[in-house]
């Protein structure tokens, strides 16, 4: 079955890095679009940035452009968020998701990894 595991939460100063990471198992990786989503306490989920299957496009909420980068590895079948600059309002619950590109079909989630930043 399909499995999505992210990892690499914590709590960080403002301004400070993480990397989150997502690794994926019971689906053809390369055949699907991957995406990262946050939500907020008391805040619908949103979505922070999308990878297509070749990861030659991607796609990012204007509030982390210039300061996420997403990233995939086919080969090992996983994903990545590197966010630089952190502020307050990037905390969240960060869910790594993912959807076939070319089919149709439901939309996978994982369980979530929690990022907080505060001083």
């Known amino acids: 079955q399909v499995q999505l595991v992210e990892s690499g939460g914590g709590l960080v100063q403002p301004g400070g890095s993480l990397r989150l990471s997502c690794a994926a198992s019971?689906?053809?990786?390369?055949?699907?679009?991957m995406s990262w989503f946050r939500q907020a306490p008391g805040k619908e989920r949103e979505l922070v940035a999308t990878?297509?299957?070749?990861?030659?496009?991607?796609n990012y909420a204007e509030s982390v452009q210039g300061r996420f980068t997403i990233s995939r590895d086919n080969n090992k079948n996983t994903l990545a968020l590197r966010m630089n600059s952190l502020k307050p309002e990037d905390t969240a619950v960060y869910y790594c998701?993912?959807?076939?590109?070319?089919?149709?079909?439901?939309?996978?989630w994982g369980q979530g990894t929690q990022v907080t930043v505060s001083s």
């Open positions: 019971g689906f053809t990786f390369s055949a699907y679009d």
């Open positions: 998701s993912a959807r076939h590109a070319y089919i149709l079909g439901r939309r996978y």
């Open positions: 990878s297509t299957p070749t990861g030659g496009a991607t």
